[in-house]
């Protein structure tokens, strides 16, 4: 089982949608949780910290259900400009790990 | 800013041939680290430096080496090209060990 697992899509959704990933994690010690948004042939980019509280930044939520092991990305009023891939990414003291990403696609 | 500047962007190597990757950042960090990113794969940490003068293994070392030259620079080496080492290579930093890090734009290597 990979440590960080993410639903790989695509998911094709209309501008205006509502669209929501999941990323599950194994390692129960992991502490730090962020996502990313990465571009065709592009680096990788921080989007948002998630923390335990959850937390909100414009039209994109996060939340961390540590019960159960998951992170969740949640993105009101899609834009075109949304079309990415997300990574989920996972720490604990030692190392970082990067999910395979979820690919996104907001068409008009 | 330059931010995470990583040279070459493209590079075509045959089996066998050595190449250094260079990364510089010009942000203070104190963390540095590369990566590699295969299709369906994610990205996975090759070797990291939390601080300068330390260098360690990540997920995925072998066939690698690295050198944290100074606070600034961090180069990965391929001592001996091999075809499963075709990828895209990134270079990151951050202020501190695990946290949010900025990448530089990538290097396409294949290796024939």
């Known amino acids: 089982r990979k440590e960080v697992e993410q639903d790989p899509g695509p998911f094709n959704v209309p501008e205006g949608a509502t669209v929501a990933f999941n990323c599950t994690y194994s390692?129960?010690?992991?502490?730090?949780f962020f996502w990313y948004r990465q571009d065709c042939r592009k680096e990788p980019k921080l989007l948002m910290s998630?923390?335990?509280s959850g937390n909100e930044d414009g039209r994109f939520t996060a939340q961390l259900n540590r019960a159960s092991q998951y992170i969740s990305l949640l993105i009101r009023d899609s834009k075109l400009s949304d079309s990415a891939t997300y990574l989920c990414?996972?720490?604990?003291?030692?190392?970082?790990?990067f999910g395979a990403g979820t690919r996104l696609t907001v068409k008009p | 800013n330059a931010g995470v500047t990583q040279t070459p962007k493209f590079q075509v190597l045959k089996t066998g041939q050595s190449m250094t990757l260079q990364c510089a950042q010009d942000m203070n960090h104190n963390s540095m680290y590369w990566y590699r990113q295969d299709p369906g794969m994610g990205l996975r940490l090759i070797y990291y430096?939390?601080?300068?003068?330390?260098?360690d293994k990540g997920e995925v070392p072998n066939g690698y080496n690295v050198s944290r030259l100074n606070k600034r620079e961090f180069s990965l080496r391929l001592e001996s090209a091999a075809p499963s080492q075709t990828s895209v290579y990134f270079c990151?930093?951050?202020?501190?060990?695990?946290?949010?890090?900025?990448f530089g734009d990538g290097t396409r290597l294949s290796i024939l």
């Open positions: 390692n129960s010690a992991s502490q730090s």
């Open positions: 990414v996972v720490s604990n003291n030692n190392d970082m790990r």
């Open positions: 998630v923390y335990s």
């Open positions: 990151a930093s951050s202020p501190l060990y695990n946290q949010p890090q900025h």
């Open positions: 430096s939390a601080s300068e003068g330390t260098t």
